[in-house]
């Protein structure tokens, strides 16, 4: 297996994960609890990257992020650097993927904690920043790290959108899953056999997690 491709690979998807929790917790609460009528077009784009191929994401990331766009040249001029063909970029590319496999078992977890226990909270003086701490958060824990684990283990496995953003660089872009299909290519199959394997290990070893923690009345 190559080490530097499962180096990077660990880091994209820990970077990954870090942002989706923090940034996916208050959209899940909000899905959760909000009585808007457009909700539906929120809940559309959050799932909206299950439907898309891979492809037709990194494409579209590929023409908005470009050097010879404004969005590109203002995160040039700000940072120093091109999105496309970096860490950065595929990061960036990855959160966008992972949106739904994080927020909607969030989501889920949210929508089970009765709203009594809200309630009654408020009504024994606790503001309602205290009661997501004390009361909503704790219920809705294990749901939480359910779509932790799956967002996860989902970056982990991911192809084509990190491919169309990022390309194939050695040690800054090569993924294990890029890794598989360079060896499939120069038909060194025994190489790319046994890094499938510990991808399907790890993979069933997630799904087992999964298992676990549904079981705790959160499912996602």
């Not at 990954?16 to 996916?24: A, E, H, Y």
């Not at 606790?126 to 779509?147: D, H, K, M, N, Y």
Request: glycine share 10%; net charge positive.
């Amino acid at each position: 297996m190559d080490a530097t491709a499962l180096w990077l690979t660990l880091q994209l998807a820990t970077c990954t994960t870090g942002i989706l929790l923090v940034l996916g917790v208050p959209v899940a609460w909000w899905l959760a609890t909000t009585r808007w009528r457009g909700r539906f077009l929120v809940e559309s784009v959050v799932t909206l990257p299950l439907i898309l191929p891979p492809t037709v994401l990194g494409y579209y990331l590929l023409m908005a992020a470009g050097p010879h766009t404004p969005l590109g040249a203002l995160i040039e001029s700000l940072f120093g650097s091109r999105l496309p063909f970096t860490f950065q970029g595929i990061l960036l590319a990855s959160v966008l993927y992972n949106v739904p496999f994080s927020v909607r078992p969030f989501t889920a977890a949210f929508a089970r904690v009765d709203q009594r226990l809200r309630e009654v909270s408020w009504c024994l003086g606790e503001g309602r920043l205290a009661t997501f701490g004390r009361i909503t958060l704790p219920l809705a824990w294990p749901g939480i790290l359910s779509g932790v684990v799956l967002t996860f283990a989902h970056c982990i496995g991911e192809f084509g959108v990190v491919l169309m953003v990022g390309g194939n660089i050695p040690g800054v872009t090569r993924t294990l899953s890029i890794t598989i299909y360079d060896d499939v290519q120069a038909l060194e199959y025994a190489s790319a056999g046994q890094t499938a394997l510990w991808l399907v290990i790890f993979a069933f070893a997630v799904l087992c997690l999964t298992h676990v923690l549904n079981r705790r009345g959160l499912p996602v």
